[in-house]
């Protein structure tokens, strides 16, 4: 999908483009040196952790791009939105949240708003925190974690929604197996960034023409194949409540 995008903004600014994928993590973890300080990187992909904590350093690494991935699910109503799903067995006995005390918890790493810190918001509800698991560990990725549960390896997962139903629909015993236990959200979808020092005008241009992406046939139907009805408009105020939560509720990931 990334691709499709990165090939589609080369094409309509009339720019090259290379594409960096960093599979371990989400977004640069906190304290790190990230590539858009460093200008290694004009745009990014990557989870709204990673995001809020980039945009309060000082000075800012990088800023919101307006424009935002709409998916196909139904429950978004339009909206630049996803949802977090807990998956088990379904053959588990884990029938609530509660029961998964003492239980086994795969994620698929510690930027991820829906694998990870989706967790951690439900477990502070019942004033718990990671030690309500018997065992956690980190899977490669959100595909990952579903076979960590398919395999018996976890007994449970958040999973980002749109990842979910983009594996059900490649492999549909995955559907028969697995079981959502919970579903958390919508949380915002995971935002399209720009580094700080970018030019203004090319940010203007970049977000506009990702607006028009859907308008014309080819890319229409390039974004279909994953998932995606277009890219919609998206601000600061979208994210806004999760930002909060994340500054109230886990002030040391920062």
């Given at each position: 999908?990334?691709?499709?995008?990165?090939?589609?903004?080369?094409?309509?600014?009339?720019?090259?483009?290379?594409?960096?994928?960093?599979?371990?993590?989400?977004?640069?973890?906190?304290?790190?040196?990230?590539?858009?300080?460093?200008?290694?990187?004009?745009?990014?992909?990557?989870?709204?952790?990673?995001?809020?904590?980039?945009?309060?350093?000082?000075?800012?690494?990088?800023?919101?791009?307006?424009?935002?991935?709409?998916?196909?699910?139904?429950?978004?109503?339009?909206?630049?939105?996803?949802?977090?799903?807990?998956?088990?067995?379904?053959?588990?006995?884990?029938?609530?949240?509660?029961?998964?005390?003492?239980?086994?918890?795969?994620?698929?790493?510690?930027?991820?708003?829906?694998?990870?810190?989706?967790?951690?918001?439900?477990?502070?509800?019942?004033?718990?925190?990671?030690?309500?698991?018997?065992?956690?560990?980190?899977?490669?990725?959100?595909?990952?974690?579903?076979?960590?549960?398919?395999?018996?390896?976890?007994?449970?997962?958040?999973?980002d929604s749109n990842v979910l139903r983009?594996?059900?629909?490649?492999?549909?015993?995955?559907?028969?197996?697995?079981?959502?236990?919970?579903?958390?959200?919508?949380?915002?979808?995971?935002?399209?960034?720009?580094?700080?020092?970018?030019?203004?005008?090319?940010?203007?241009?970049?977000?506009?023409?990702?607006?028009?992406?859907?308008?014309?046939?080819?890319?229409?139907?390039?974004?279909?194949?994953?998932?995606?009805?277009?890219?919609?408009?998206?601000?600061?105020?979208?994210?806004?409540?999760?930002?909060?939560?994340?500054?109230?509720?886990?002030?040391?990931?920062?």
């Amino acid at each position: 999908m990334f691709e499709v995008v990165g090939q589609y903004l080369a094409s309509a600014l009339d720019l090259s483009a290379t594409l960096e994928s960093e599979t371990s993590v989400s977004a640069p973890l906190p304290g790190e040196i990230d590539p858009f300080s460093s200008n290694r990187a004009d745009v990014g992909f990557l989870c709204a952790p990673g995001y809020f904590w980039l945009s309060e350093r000082v000075p800012p690494a990088v800023e919101l791009v307006p424009a935002a991935f709409q998916f196909d699910d139904p429950r978004t109503c339009g909206k630049p939105v996803y949802f977090a799903e807990l998956v088990v067995r379904r053959d588990s006995r884990f029938e609530r949240f509660a029961d998964l005390r003492h239980g086994r918890w795969a994620y698929n790493d510690p930027c991820s708003l829906s694998g990870y810190f989706s967790m951690l918001e439900p477990l502070m509800r019942i004033c718990e925190d990671e030690r309500f698991f018997r065992t956690r560990f980190q899977a490669a990725a959100s595909d990952d974690v579903i076979h960590a549960v398919l395999e018996d390896r976890a007994d449970c997962g958040a999973v980002d929604s749109n990842v979910l139903r983009r594996c059900m629909r490649e492999d549909a015993s995955i559907e028969r197996e697995l079981r959502v236990l919970e579903t958390w959200g919508p949380f915002p979808i995971q935002p399209i960034v720009v580094r700080t020092g970018l030019d203004r005008d090319l940010r203007h241009e970049l977000a506009s023409n990702l607006l028009r992406m859907h308008e014309t046939e080819r890319w229409q139907r390039a974004l279909a194949m994953h998932g995606v009805r277009r890219l919609v408009t998206i601000s600061e105020g979208d994210l806004e409540n999760e930002r909060r939560v994340f500054q109230r509720c886990f002030p040391q990931r920062y």
